[in-house]
Antibody, heavy 120, light 108 residues
Framework: EVQLVQSGAEVKKPGESLKISCKGS????????IGWVRQMPGKGLEWMGI????????RYSPSFQGQVTISADKSLSTAYLQWSSLKASDSAMYYC?????????????WGQGTLVTVSS | EIVMTQSPATLSVSPGERATLSCRAS??????LAWYQQKPGQAPRLLIY???TRATGIPARFSGSGSGTEFTLSISSLQSEDFAVYYC??????????FGQGTKVEIK
C-alpha cells in the first residue's frame, strides 16, 4: 500500500525554525514527485511546491518562493518542508501528496497532515 | 496564474438527491483537472483526474465532465458520507497548479 506519513503537530514561537517531514512507503520513493500544500484555518488548499526525490529537482509556487525550503532524503524515503524563521501567519495545516502516476500531476495519496501553530 | 472558480460556495442537498458542482478556469486547462474531497479533520482524497476518470476505489455515483474552461462534478445520489468540501485543481500549467476555493456540500 502506498502511504505518506507526516510528522506530528508542532507549536513554535515566531522567529523559530522548523522542519516537518513526510515519509513515503510502499513504492519507489525516488520515482515520484512529492508536493506540499498549505491549508490555513477554515480556508482552502494552496500549492506550495514540489520535489522529485530522484534528483532533488524542486519547484516552488511564486507565493512561497523564498519563504520555505523543500528537500528530500532518498536514504530515508522522506521529504521535508522547512522554515528558517516562522511567522504567526505560517500557522496552518500542511499536507504532502504524491504524484498519482508518473508523468501525471494529480496527487494521490496524501499524508495525514501536520498542524503547525506559531504563537508567542 | 490560472484562477479556478468554484460554484456555488455551499450546496444544500438532501440525501439521495443529485448534486452538481461547477469549476471554471480563467483560461483553458484542456482536460488537466482533478477533483478532491475533503472531510473535516482529514486530508484531501482524490476523486477524479483527467476531468472524467474516477480514481481507484471511488464509487460510480461520482462523475466528472468538461474540458477547456468549464468542468462539472456530479454526485448522482448523495450518501451521508458524501457531505464534505470538494476542490478542483488544474494541473495544466506545470508547476503552477492551482485549486478552486472549494464547494461545501451540506445536508439540507
Amino acid at each position: 500500500e502506498v502511504q505518506l506519513v507526516q510528522s506530528g503537530a508542532e507549536v513554535k514561537k515566531p522567529g523559530e525554525s522548523l522542519k516537518i517531514s513526510c515519509k513515503g512507503s510502499g513504492y519507489t520513493f525516488t520515482s515520484y514527485w512529492i508536493g506540499w500544500v498549505r491549508q490555513m484555518p477554515g480556508k482552502g488548499l494552496e500549492w506550495m511546491g514540489i520535489i522529485y526525490p530522484g534528483d532533488s529537482d524542486t519547484r516552488y509556487s511564486p507565493s512561497f518562493q523564498g519563504q520555505v525550503t523543500i528537500s528530500a532524503d532518498k536514504s530515508l524515503s522522506t521529504a521535508y518542508l522547512q522554515w528558517s524563521s516562522l511567522k504567526a501567519s505560517d500557522s496552518a495545516m500542511y499536507y504532502c501528496g504524491r504524484q498519482g502516476a508518473a508523468g501525471s500531476w494529480w496527487f494521490d495519496p496524501w499524508g495525514q497532515g501536520t498542524l503547525v501553530t506559531v504563537s508567542s | 496564474e490560472i484562477v479556478m472558480t468554484q460554484s456555488p460556495a455551499t450546496l444544500s442537498v438532501s440525501p439521495g438527491e443529485r448534486a452538481t458542482l461547477s469549476c471554471r478556469a480563467s483560461q483553458s486547462v484542456s482536460s488537466n483537472l482533478a477533483w478532491y474531497q475533503q472531510k473535516p479533520g482529514q486530508a484531501p482524497r482524490l476523486l477524479i483526474y483527467g476531468a472524467s476518470t474516477r480514481a481507484t476505489g471511488i464509487p460510480a455515483r461520482f462523475s466528472g465532465s468538461g474540458s477547456g474552461t468549464e468542468f462539472t462534478l456530479s454526485i448522482s445520489s448523495l450518501q451521508s458520507e458524501d457531505f464534505a468540501v470538494y476542490y478542483c485543481q488544474q494541473y495544466n500549467n506545470w508547476p503552477l497548479w492551482t485549486f478552486g476555493q472549494g464547494t461545501k456540500v451540506e445536508i439540507k
